[in-house]
């Protein structure tokens, strides 16, 4: 399992606490109240029975700023399904960036994918997953794709439950896409992202303090969502860059 955990020290930058496993976290930087580090692979995953497992801990009132170097691809598993776990834990008045890159599931691959967060009082957590069904030319394999994401008191933020298959097309999630692109906000509301007067992708606000913007397309680079990311996640850091100064 590859750990994460960064922590506020007496004195001096935070403390990171870093263990690898099959992907490797590298520290970029650390300030006084956050860091942002990298995750690297550190070998061809996922292949059958591959259990990759991310454990996330940001401490109370640090901003981890967390980022892929590089997609994942979950290869054909000969029968063998791959499990990729994430665990995250975000303490009171703490923030969570993850910048992930997309998640492609080839031909003959099949994946469960459960996603379980943990969020404080006054935690945010911002969230870029991209879900892409194929390689070039591919249909794509199956993926599980769940997301618990709760509250410190236990009281549901956002569930969800998404049974995905390039064999099998289902109307009204994918159709004839197969790119899902998100970006999940939970904790806080995001202000109104600007387009340049274009038409953006849909929003939806959830009832606890949160968002979705999400879209689906036949290419990664076509979803439009960049932006709306961008705009996301630079409001929640540099609302923490202030908030440490005063």
């Known amino acids: 399992m590859t750990r994460i955990a960064i922590t506020r020290a007496e004195r001096g930058p935070v403390r990171v606490h870093l263990t690898p ?11 006084a109240t956050g860091a942002h580090v990298a995750l690297v692979a550190g070998g061809a995953t996922l292949v059958g029975g591959d259990h ?11 901003t981890l700023d967390l980022e892929d170097v590089g997609g994942t691809v979950a290869y054909p598993t000969e029968g063998q399904r791959s499990r990729f776990d994430v665990r995250i834990r975000v303490d009171d008045g703490a923030t969570l960036v993850w910048r992930a890159y997309p998640f492609v599931i080839a031909d003959g691959a099949a994946v469960d994918r459960d996603m379980t967060v943990t969020l404080g009082v006054g935690a945010v957590l911002c969230l870029r997953e991209t879900l ?4 070039t030319g591919e249909r794509g394999g199956e993926i599980r794709n769940r997301l618990r994401a709760r509250g410190a008191d236990g009281a549901p933020l956002h569930l969800e ?3 995905l298959s390039g064999a099998r097309p289902e109307v009204g999630v994918l159709g004839p896409h197969r790119v899902l692109d998100s970006v999940i906000q939970l904790g806080r509301r ?3 992202t600007s387009m340049n007067g274009l038409p953006g992708p849909l929003e939806l606000h959830l009832e606890a303090p949160g968002a979705i913007a999400r879209t689906t397309t036949d290419a990664t680079h076509r979803t439009g969502l960049e ?7 630079q409001e929640l850091l540099s609302r923490r860059a202030i908030a440490s100064i005063s």
């Open 52 to 62: 990759l497992a991310v454990d996330v801990h940001v401490g109370t009132g640090c």
């Open 161 to 163: 439950d998404l049974d």
């Open 227 to 233: 932006t709306v990311f961008t705009q996301w996640s």
């Open 190 to 192: 995001p202000t109104v």
């Open 21 to 31: 496993g099959l992907l490797q976290a590298r520290t970029i930087r650390r300030h």
């Open 132 to 135: 892409v069904l194929g390689r």
